[in-house]
């Protein structure tokens, strides 16, 4: 009889508790935060280098203007698209909150906590833990007075050969090496093997072809480059410039367009890995 009295109240505990748990809204799950950039390179002027791999070469700066603001209080937002909406992002006393419009009268009703990397450079990464706002915050569009939310840098590196295929002289007749984007803290800023300075993006591929290849354009990054030659040992000879763009996602897909409008065979060669005998295989740059 004892026996089943305790496994009466254990039930009716597990019940209690299990009624007190509230189960997170779709919409009120963490969001990953989607700015859109304008970029500012370093320099629009043609560049040829000898670069090393895992050096940072070019940069751009990076910034997020506003597009609303909040009258009532004076704070400029820049918007951020997100798998479920729209957040409207800016900092509030001292630190970045982003604002929510749920149901689309023109106030906000949600308030967001953010969340930046734990290491240098903090750039923001996501909104978290929405706050009901008790009484709703109107908020407008701006048309002139905009100013930037958020400053920083992109670096571009050199992460190495990826493939190639080998003549007898040990150099390369084709080859696919990769170009790596991140948010860093300067063009000659430390960057560690833990992540401290350096914030990955995303990385594309270059091409080689009989130390030369056609040129190759990077769209919308409006991005061009010419690998002229490639060695085993990671160095690499290339030309390139790039121009302003503004409102770039940095997430969404990117094409390449190829001098003479035709991608080069060797392009789907190098990626097929046909023939692992001829295929030398090297590690990316951590």
Not at 101 to 123: E, L, M
């Amino acid at each position: 009889m004892m026996m089943k009295s305790k496994l009466l109240i254990g039930v009716v505990l597990l019940s209690l508790l299990g009624a007190c748990v509230t189960p997170q809204l779709p919409q009120d799950r963490p969001r990953i935060l989607n700015f859109r950039w304008d970029l500012q390179p370093e320099t629009t002027d043609v560049q040829s280098a000898e670069v090393e791999q895992g050096e940072v070469f070019f940069t751009w700066t990076a910034i997020a203007g506003a597009t609303h603001q909040i009258p009532s209080l004076g704070v400029q937002l820049a918007i951020s698209t997100t798998r479920l909406g729209k957040l409207f992002c800016g900092s509030y006393q001292g630190k970045y909150v982003c604002y929510e419009d749920r149901d689309g009268n023109g106030a906000f009703d949600y308030v967001w906590q953010t969340n930046s990397r734990s290491k240098s450079p903090n750039v923001l990464l996501s909104a978290s833990t929405p706050q009901l706002i008790e009484t709703e915050v109107p908020f407008e569009s701006i048309s002139e007075g905009a100013q930037p939310v958020m400053t920083n840098m992109v670096g571009l590196v050199f992460n190495g050969p990826v493939r190639g295929m080998l003549n007898e002289d040990m150099k390369f007749t084709v080859a696919m090496g990769e170009f790596a984007m991140g948010w860093i803290n300067g063009k000659d800023g430390e960057r560690h093997p833990d992540g401290e300075g350096w914030s990955p993006l995303r990385t594309f591929p270059l091409l080689v072809i009989d130390d030369r290849a056609p040129k190759t354009i990077l769209k919308p990054l409006e991005f061009t480059y010419t690998p002229i030659s490639m060695t085993t040992s990671g160095k690499l000879i290339v030309e390139y410039s790039a121009v302003p763009v503004s409102e770039m996602n940095l997430f969404e897909k990117w094409d390449f367009e190829f001098e003479g409008g035709k991608q080069p065979e060797e392009w789907k060669e190098v990626g097929s890995r046909a023939k692992p005998a001829q295929v030398y295989a090297f590690p990316k740059t951590p």
